[in-house]
């Protein structure tokens, strides 16, 4: 049976604790301390570190954790020779199989770490700064068609998949999801859980892949209300969703 211990890291990173049995892989350790934490309350050993991408607030707690409890750090040259370059592959470790999905748009080596369904487990994805909940990463090394075509891999995945993503900024990008479509009752009650969840102190993830479908804009590039707003109704699907990341830039 595994676990997933979420994390607040730095001022608004995620990270991931992946438990199995007495193992643990982490993913995106921008911090050591709360992963040792974790390790520590739960007589975990950590295998291995994942990043989805070598930004340096995802890495920046690898050296110290490695320094700490011996485990081996993925790099992206290890993560990319097990997907083949620019191929989906399989990295296996601690006895937990991630589905390596390749999904350049935020940065050149971008990916997204997929467990599938295990027991009563669901599928999970660890999405980094590609798919946030209600949003997506900047663009800083591609072109809006190559993260499209990243959105369109995740979009794929069963609806029931959890999402847990490399940053908390879910409010903001839920507020700007109703500007863009105020009539979605869809939007409108996940804003307000959203807003719950934050004046809790609750962290938002996981989504899932269904909620991301129904509420995130930039997973939204046919829904109609929304090429209405930006008056975009006989648009292609990739320059609604450039538009979106347009206006987002500007928010
Ligand atoms: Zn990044």
Not at 47 to 65: C, P
Not at 129 to 146: A, I, K, N, Q, Y
Request: charged fraction near 25%; hydrophobic fraction near 40%; proline fraction near 5%.
């Amino acid at each position: 049976m595994r676990k997933i211990h979420a994390l607040a890291t730095l001022l608004d990173n995620l990270t991931y604790v992946v438990q199995v049995g007495s193992s643990a892989v982490v993913i995106d350790p921008s911090e050591a301390g709360p992963v040792l934490r974790v390790l520590e309350a739960h007589s975990l050993k950590l295998a291995a570190i994942l990043n989805t991408h070598e930004h340096f607030d995802h890495v920046a707690g690898n050296d110290e954790l490695v320094r700490e409890t011996g485990c081996k750090v993925l790099t992206q040259a290890d993560i990319r020779s097990a997907g083949d370059g620019a191929q989906d592959g399989l990295v296996s470790v601690a006895g937990l199989e991630f589905r390596v999905l390749v999904t350049p748009g935020h940065s050149e080596d971008s990916v997204c770490y997929l467990l599938e369904r295990a027991g009563d487990s669901p599928p999970a994805v660890f999405t980094g700064d590609t798919l946030f909940v209600g949003g997506c990463g900047r663009l800083f090394t591609h072109s809006p068609e190559m993260m499209w075509a990243s959105f369109t891999k995740l979009a794929g995945l069963p609806p029931e998949t959890e999402v847990y993503c490399g940053h908390d900024y879910t409010l903001e990008d839920l507020e700007f999801a109703l500007d863009l479509e105020p009539d979605n009752e869809a939007v409108k009650s996940r804003l307000q859980d959203i807003r719950s969840m934050v004046e809790n102190g609750r962290l938002t993830v996981p989504s899932t892949i269904g909620i991301e479908m129904a509420t995130n804009p930039f997973m939204r590039a046919k829904a109609p209300a929304l090429r209405k707003t930006l008056g975009m109704e006989d648009a292609s699907d990739v320059e609604v969703f450039a538009e979106v990341r347009r206006r987002k830039d500007r928010y």
